[in-house]
Every structure is written in C-alpha cells, then in structure tokens.
DNA sequence: TATGAATGAGAGTTCATTCAT
DNA sequence: AATGAATGAACTCTCATTCAT
C-alpha cells in the first residue's frame, strides 16, 4: 500500500503526447472497470501504447491513476469556486455553493467512486479523498464561523462538528443522487439542501423557494 | 463479481464450533488488513485451521465476509432500536436515535468500513450496504412525514430528499469520528447533530443543549 | 498410478448391503461423469452415504472403479458365450460370436469407455482392458488356426497378426456403434461384418445375407 | 471441458523462438506423462522458461496440446498422402495406403494416444480425434465405392458399415503395434492386413505375398 | 522512447484421504 | 459400521513489474 506519486515528467513533444494519451485513455478505462479491476494492460490497450511504454511514464498503476486525480482535483475546484464578487445574501452564497458543489459532484460521481476504492487500500489515496473533502470542511467552518461572528448563525454550535457534518450532508446526497439519476429536479434539491443547510445553522429561512437560476 | 451467500451449516457440534471460531477469527482480520488484502489463508491461520478447512464452511471468501457481516449486521440493528415506550419530546427522540447511531457505528465503523470496499468490488455487499441505509432513510423519512402532518415540520419539504440528506449528515460524521478518535466529547456531538437535524427540518428548538444521560 | 486391487470385504449383512449400493450408484455415477470427473463425493451422495463411509469399503477412487469392472466384465463374459452345442457353419458361428459380442459392447459400451478413460492413467485398468480384449483376440485366433488346419481358411495369414486385426475391426465398429445410436440396422451390421470377417481370412461366403435369428 | 483453440501468434523473433521451444518441449513432456499428469510448470520447465511465460503464448493446457496437435495432425497427414500417379492395381494402392498409415501411426502412436486421452475430458480433442478418423473413414468407403462401381468389390456391401469397419481394422492394429514394438515384420503386417481388406470386400486376391518396397 | 517478452510471487480452489467421535 | 470434520498437497491462472532489444 502507500504508493502513489506523479512521476517522471517525459521531455520530448512526443513524450508528452504519449503521457496524456496514457492519462486520457487510463480516465476511461478506471471508470469503465473501476480501479483493482483495470490492468495495465488495460491501460496500455485503451492508449494504443505497448505493456511497458506506460512504465516509462509511471512507476504503478497508482501514479497513473494519481494522475488521472490530479486532472478531476482540478476540475473540481474551478467547477466549485463562487465568484468572490457574488454580493448576495447568506442564503443565496449558500444555496450557490451546494449547486455548484452538486454539478461537480455529479459530473465526476463515478471517478470519486473509483478513488475512493483506491483510497481503500491505498494511503496516498486516502489522504487525496480527505483533503480534498478537508477544503469544504474547511469553507463550510469558515462560513459558519463568520456568520456566528455577524450573529446570523447559532453561536453555540461548534464548527469543529458542524462543518463536516454539513458537508456530509451534501456530500452524501450527492455520492448517491447519480445512482438514482433523474429521479430528482436539480433545482429542488439545490433548494431544499439549501434550506437545511441554513436552518441546521439557525439562519432564518423565508418559507417559499428560491427563484433563481437556470438550471444545470 | 457479485458472489457472498452465507454457506453450509455444519452439522455436529464440533463443527458449529469451528465455523464460530472461524467467523470470529475473521471478523478480526478483516478489521485488520481489510477484504481484499485478507487471504484464505489469513483467516485459517488466525482460526488456528488448516487452509481446507475454511472452504468446508465456506465456499469463498466472500462468503466468510457475507457471515460476519450477518452478525454485525444484527448487533448494529439491536443496538439502535429505540425503545417504544420512550415517550418523550420530538426532540428528545431524534437524539436518543442519532446517540445510539452513532455509538453503534463506532462500535462497527471499521467493520462498515471493510464490507464498503467489499461493495466495490461485489455486488452482494453492495446491496447490503444499500439496504442497511435504507432502513435508516425510511425511519428519517417516516419520522419527518409524522411531524410534518403534526404540523411540527416544514411541510414543504420532500422527505425523499430530506431523509437522505439527514442521514448522510449523521452517518457521514460518524465514519469520519472513529478515524479522530477522541477528538470529541460523544454528547456534545450527539446534542450539535441533534440541534442541527431538527432545526433543518424546521422543529423549534430551545438555545440550551440536553443536559442528558449516561456517556457512551 | 497403478492402484486399483478390490478391497476390505465386509462381514455383517448390513455392510454387505452397503457396500453393494454403493457399486450399484457408482455404476450410474461414472456412467454419467466418467471416471476423472467424478470425487468420492459424488459416490457417497449417489450411494445416500457419507463421505467417510465409502473408505469402509474402499481404499481409494480406483477400488470402487475395480469393483464396478468386476460386474461389467462377468455380464460381458456371459451375454457373449456361445452355446457349446451350436452345431453349425463356420460363417453362422462367426455371426453368432459378432452377434453376440456386438449386443455385449452395446450394453456396456458407456462404461468400457470409462474404464478406458482411467486405463489411460491407471496401470491396473491398463490391464484389465488388455485382457479382457485378450481373450476375444485368443478366441479370434484359436478359430482361426482350426480353420486354417481344417483348410477351410487361408493358411498363409498369420494368426498373431490377423486376430487382433479381425477383434479391432468388430470392436472398432462398436466402439463408435453406440454413439450413431439407432443409425444401422443391428442385422445388417452383424450380417456384413460376419461377411468382411469371414471373407478376410478366405472363407468362401456365399453373397446373400443370413436369413437368421431374432433381432436383439 | 471443451477449450483448445491455438492461441496468440507472437511477433518478434524471439517470441517466435520461444513459442517454438515451448510446444516442441510439450510433445516431449506429453508423450512422457500423458495429459492429465502434464502440470504448466512441467511444461515451462522443459522449456527453459518460467511458470507465466506459459501463459503469454497459451491461454491453458489444452491449447498447448492443441497446438502440438497441429503439428502431428499435419506431420499424419503428409506421411499418409499416397501420390497420385502411383497407377497400379486397386491391391497395390490399397497396400501402399496401409503401409504409410501404419508407418505414420506408429510414428505418432503415443502422441495420438495423448490426444485420446485429452479427448475423453475435453470436447475440442474428441472432435479432432474424430475428424481425423472421419478423413480415412471417407477415403476408405470412396475407394470401395468405386470398386463396387467397376464391379471389382461386393456391391452388397454397405461402404457407411465397411469402411469405418475396415479403418478400425487397421487402426486398432496400428494402436497396439507400437506397444509390442518389434514383435512384427512391418512388411508382413501390410501384407497380411492388405489380403483381408481386400478381400474383406471382395476384391480376388493371389494367395502369393506382394514382394514390394523398402523396409520402415 | 518504445516494444513486448519474461518473470515469479501469490491467490483461490479442489479433493483424495485421514481421523476423532 | 458410520459419520463428517480436518487436512494439505497440488494445480491452474493472474498480473504488476523488470529487462533485453
């Protein structure tokens, strides 16, 4: 276990070339087949490279799949980031947040999923899973800890549980609304996480949804 | 994929004791080393029987797994009934139940932990996983549906969107809570998820935590 | 290799009874898997004795195999035996003798193959067979030398040569007879291997077919 | 059951190289232990090469045997080819048809036997076996016919019973030869062999031995 | 760089046989 | 005599990784 690791940056054109065939190819394959299930000869197979050449790129099948992570990471994060000049009302930066925080999700579910069987049996993995999910404990605590500060939210929750509890919560609907796909309006779940969200923390709430936006 | 199935009963008392002493055995190993780094020969060994042995009981390791899970299963679901008689507060309710989720899943949070990296790979511990969350989603959804028709609960809620979302908030601080083992004081999570779980849905709640009960 | 021998014969009544069931279900047990694919589980189950019972009787897979040749090889002997008094031509002797030998193999033609299956790594069952064929090759010969001293049949053939010749090309035919199950005529067949037979070794056949006998 | 099929085709010369020694090192280890007692490691032992290498030119056992086969199968059918041209009386062509298949039988006998016993486990070696016996199967009942058509052979004679009898003959007698090895003058048994196919159909046959041809 | 051949540790499984009860 | 639990040798096959070309 504990492997992982980027590795060996090719320097030639046709290196690289080759390099992000390998991972473009190797996104495919993990969530066609999942981690333990896919071979290097898959690997190798889907980007119409020989057995050993993915060897000279990466040192195991974790550094290919960490390479493939650290694309989605990405993804994620720019998918995710709340234009800072959003000048809006607490319920709205929220309800923001969980649509923004959903899209992504469900538009990398299924690779998540492969991590986090990565992450069962590998260290490396594990630590990507958690600190990827520590930053939106971390933004969850942040907010909550401003709105305690403005007296907008319950002073006497303690951000150190109800960070990650939020998030939880969000997450783990998410986690599990690809599998049940189309069986929700995405709107509404946006608003009625929303509404939880802001409740569980003591915002007052009005009754009637938001409006807003269009939808994903 | 796709395999588990409980297996053979033995039939003399001899065998009905080796079989314990094997699930047993397992149940340790498992937590050990994990389902998939665990070998046939790991849990003969730490059965104190030869290698044959374990498939005169069962037909895979799978199947090993599928019997402890069986046990846990049973021990998880005992350990959460909330007594009928408890007539107390809504409140009060809710937290005696996420108490006793919690404390349950302490207890088994490695075990849990083990049969999800099974499910990925299988599609019977797949099941058993979703199905033991289902049961936890029903009961969120039924509790938040009596309390929206006693006109406690905001009733523009859709319980299929809320239960899971409130379970996904408890459940998933308690996976994460045994890894931080003894970060936390057990009541005062159980009093911030409570807070936080009622208030979403819309129950009043007083400002001042339950002074409750025994610790766990 | 090599094993074989028959075994431990049993003293009570009842023992005797179960030793006979058990050659009884092992009869349709090879019949049905052959011999490398059936276990002494199989044999116990068929026999509705348990797996231990079947080392009582005998020391091994072979020995049951053994006992079953035993019975396979009296009824060939005695369906195949020409009556002594069968005072007739040459020809209608040697159509009674293929006759009969044709019949014999058809009943037992299954498992002849098995024990040809465990002949292939069993030195006992090697020899079983080798000797059973042997004594159709030596009646071969021994008819073929009266014949030839009679000056009925060519006395340049050799008999060592033209036995076995004349035994494989009968059993050859049988051999394969049963597979194209019901695609001759049992007279037909009998009728003009008796005449290839017969006309090989010199004698004069006349063209017509025997008119004999009933059909089988 | 029921595998074979040849398996990968190697490209660069070494592969070639090894797949080579690989299957010429299996008919040794195959003649010398049979089939079933045949491990892989036995296999990439006489090869030279390790446990898995095995594996990167053949999908299983049988493949190996299968393609072994395919040497044998060619090599029969080479040596058995009887040249067209060879214009001679319809006894001469039939005694150098039974000499060259005897020689190639013998040739191939504990091959061939391999192969039986491979087929009594294994659908694929049973069809070959066959097929290989169904081709002189059909030479023999075509030559008779057309004897029976130029009045030369009994055209009473059924060829669908006489000609898989007449192969038998031979076969059979092949199939034990080379186990009494020696025992034999090679020209004696054609000779004798020949007489009775011969007139086994009906064909006049001198009674005087054919002189012919070079010793085996 | 790229190829593909070669390696070998290790896993799961089967089953004839032995043995305690 | 009968049972069924226990054993363990043996076997097939997989695949991450190394290496010669």
Redesign the interface.
């Known amino acids: 276990?504990a492997s992982g690791g980027v590795a060996a940056a090719p320097i030639t054109a046709r290196g690289r070339r080759t390099r992000e065939s390998l991972v473009q190819a190797a996104r495919d394959v993990f969530e066609a087949k999942?981690f333990?299930?896919t071979t290097m000869s898959d690997l190798a197979d889907a980007a119409g490279v020989s057995h050993g050449t993915v060897y000279t790129y990466f040192p195991a099948k974790e550094a290919v799949l960490a390479a493939v992570c650290n694309a989605v990471v990405g993804e994620v994060f720019a998918a995710v980031r709340v234009p800072e000049d959003l000048r809006a009302d607490p319920v709205t930066r929220i309800a923001e947040g969980n649509r923004r925080y959903l899209r992504a999700y469900a538009a990398h579910a299924r690779m998540l999923?492969v991590v986090?069987?990565a992450a069962?049996?590998d260290e490396y993995f594990r630590e990507l899973v958690d600190g990827l999910r520590g930053v939106f404990v971390e933004k969850a605590k942040s907010t909550l800890r401003r709105f305690q500060a403005d007296g907008l939210a319950?002073a006497?929750?303690?951000p150190?549980?109800?960070g990650?509890?939020?998030?939880?919560?969000?997450?783990?609907?998410a986690?599990?609304w690809y599998v049940h796909d189309g069986t929700?309006d995405a709107e509404?779940?946006v608003d009625?996480?929303t509404?939880?969200?802001a409740?569980?923390?003591?915002l007052p709430v009005e009754?009637q949804?938001s409006e807003t936006r269009e939808q994903p």
Chains 1, 2, 3, 4 share one sequence.
């Open positions: 276990m999942g333990s299930d999923e986090e069987q069962t049996t319950d006497t929750l303690d150190d549980i109800a990650p509890a939020l998030v939880g919560m969000v997450e783990s609907f986690r599990r929700f509404q779940v009625t996480l509404r939880m969200w409740r569980a923390i003591g009754h949804q």
